[in-house]
């Protein structure tokens, strides 16, 4: 490769890394990503893209903090995005049901109401209007988050890509980072399938791959858990909002397919889609809603989420000058990608100073090696 090195490297070209990059262009960083593949060929072009931050969370921590913020990110994130690429991203403030059977305990979601966020609790008539009547007799009551969200990934993740080449910044696909070059304990750029690339600030945005086995001067706890998604094809969309039961997740799309997901398997770096999941996701959502067994098989398909041994994203600087990190988000890389960008660029370029304590690679410290 030739030219002059970059200000900023980003390893990985996910939505994470092309958020971040397009943040950066637009702060006037001169910023390049490097992709083995292309952006949304893994994690982010397999995602269900909901932005449901409330749904699944059972007390305040800074985790739940963040996913509020990044969502209400969203709004401004995704005008800004269809201005400068005129992409639709299939974003939709359109709520989360979530429901429960005959048995299952309700949730308490009062503490949610407290910091004043809405949570409707339904039943009987309400909830069979949301969902046109569709859902089994056998749920019998809900909460109803309306503001939560979606969006389709796909779209978002290459609606970044483009952002950030129009802002400024190179995006290189089919260039594989093999390693880091560490100078006098300083990362100083990576080395690649095209050679040595420096630079003057590298960011691990690689995914479910971020801990680079081995090749990184620090071991960082990032391993892939794989999730399967099954799509059904209906006439016309057959319900509005996020609709959830605690063994699957139905995401309509305008297109009048729905999403069925999605699995939680540690089996490395497979990428299978297997007859057992897709079986039993199929099998969850007509428990839900009976009337999908209708609905016409219309693909299936997996991604490695990154996850990390407390579940949370690693964020920011690493002991190591000039290493950053953009990694482990897991189940909510989509949903955390514009707070991330912002975090990531603030430190890269002297922003505002945050509390990154509860996301540092600093928490995982008596598992830290350096080498
Ligand atoms: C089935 C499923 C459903 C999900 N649903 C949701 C959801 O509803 N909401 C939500 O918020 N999140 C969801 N997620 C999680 C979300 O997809 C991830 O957290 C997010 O996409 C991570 O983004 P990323 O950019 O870090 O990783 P990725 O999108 O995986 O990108 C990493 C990139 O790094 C590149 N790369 C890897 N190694 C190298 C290397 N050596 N050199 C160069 N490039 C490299 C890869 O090619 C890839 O493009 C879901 C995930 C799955 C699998």
């Known amino acids: 490769m030739s030219g002059r090195a970059p200000d900023v490297l980003v390893v990985g070209g996910g939505l994470i890394g092309c958020a971040l990059a397009a943040e950066l262009a637009g702060r006037g960083v001169d910023v390049t990503v490097l992709d083995r593949d292309e952006p949304g060929a893994e994690a982010s072009g397999a995602a269900a893209g909901m932005l449901t931050p409330q749904s699944e969370a059972q007390a ?24 400068e690429t005129g ?12 429901c429960r059977f005959a048995g299952e305990t309700a949730g308490d979601f009062e503490w949610q109401r407290a ?29 109803f988050f309306p503001d939560e969200a979606v969006v389709d990934p796909r779209l978002l993740t290459r609606a970044a890509w483009l952002s950030a080449l129009r802002r400024g910044a190179r995006v290189r696909t089919q260039v594989a ?21 420096p630079a003057g600030a590298v960011v691990d945005a690689a995914g479910a791959w971020a801990a680079f086995e081995g090749a990184l001067p620090l071991r960082l706890p990032i391993e892939p858990v794989r999730g399967q998604i099954v799509a059904l094809r209906l006439p016309a969309p057959p319900f509005d909002a996020l609709v959830a039961a605690s063994d699957v997740y139905l995401v309509p799309r305008p297109d009048g397919s729905v999403l069925l997901g999605a699995t939680m398997e540690r089996v490395g770096f497979r990428k299978a889609v297997t007859a057992d999941a897709v079986a039993r996701l ?90």
Request: charged letters at 20%; proline letters at 6%.
């Open 282 to 371: 199929i099998g969850a959502a007509a428990r839900l809603m009976p009337s999908l067994g209708d609905a016409v098989f219309a693909s299936a398909w997996s991604g490695l989420r990154p996850a990390t041994p407390d579940a949370l994203p690693v964020l920011g600087a690493s002991p190591v000058p000039g290493l950053y990190f953009a990694a482990g988000h897991h189940r909510n890389g989509i949903l955390l990608a514009p707070v991330t960008a912002t975090i990531v660029a603030d430190l890269l370029t002297g922003g505002p100073k945050r509390d990154l304590s509860a996301f540092s690679i600093e928490r995982f410290a008596p598992a830290l090696h350096l080498a």
């Open 177 to 197: 980072v093999l390693g880091f070059v560490i100078e006098k304990g300083i990362c100083r750029g990576v080395e690649t399938s095209e050679g040595r690339v």
């Open 87 to 98: 992409m639709d991203t299939g974003y939709r403030s359109c709520g989360f049901l979530q």
């Open 60 to 83: 305040r921590d800074a985790f739940f903090d963040l996913g509020i913020e990044s969502r209400g990110m969203y709004p401004r994130w995704i005008a800004r995005l269809s201005d």
């Open 115 to 143: 910091l004043g966020l809405r949570v409707v609790a339904e039943s009987g008539e309400t909830l069979g209007a949301r969902t046109g009547g569709r859902l089994s007799p056998h749920v019998n009551g809900a909460f």
